[in-house]
Nanobody, 116 residues
Framework: VQLVESGGGLVQPGGSLRVSCVAS????????MGWYRQAPGKRRELVAD???????NYQNSVKGRFTISRDNAKNTVYLQMNSLKPEDTAVYYC???????????WGQGTQVTVSS
């Protein structure tokens, strides 16, 4: 199994980024997928998830600003992040989920830094 995140970077407050995760080594289309983030000194947290059928859920702090989507033909899950805030600064990771729990070894993540 491999999870490869990309698309992070430095952005000013109020800006936008889209991060991507390409998955391989498992049957992507039958898994729920989640985007997680880990800020320095904090625990990793679930930000958004999307079921195999396309239903989505978001952490309250990102509702209305972030959008999770998936392309099963490309084994890819996306996180569009708008109206970014400094508190969104973290390393962002994706993972497959089973019963609400991440199931695979973590990838390297992609750093998102929101700063002026």
């Amino acid at each position: 199994v491999q999870l490869v995140e990309s698309g992070g970077g430095l952005v000013q407050p109020g800006g936008s980024l889209r991060v991507s995760c390409v998955a391989s080594g498992f049957t992507f289309g039958i898994y729920d997928m989640g985007w997680y983030r880990q800020a320095p000194g904090k625990r990793r947290e679930l930000v958004a998830d999307i079921t195999s059928s396309g239903s989505t859920n978001y952490q309250n702090s990102v509702k209305g600003r972030f959008t999770i989507s998936r392309d099963n033909a490309k084994n890819t899950v996306y996180l569009q992040m708008n109206s970014l805030k400094p508190e969104d600064t973290a390393v962002y990771y994706c993972n497959g989920m089973r019963w609400g729990v991440p199931v695979y070894p973590w990838g390297q993540g992609t750093q998102v830094t929101v700063s002026s």
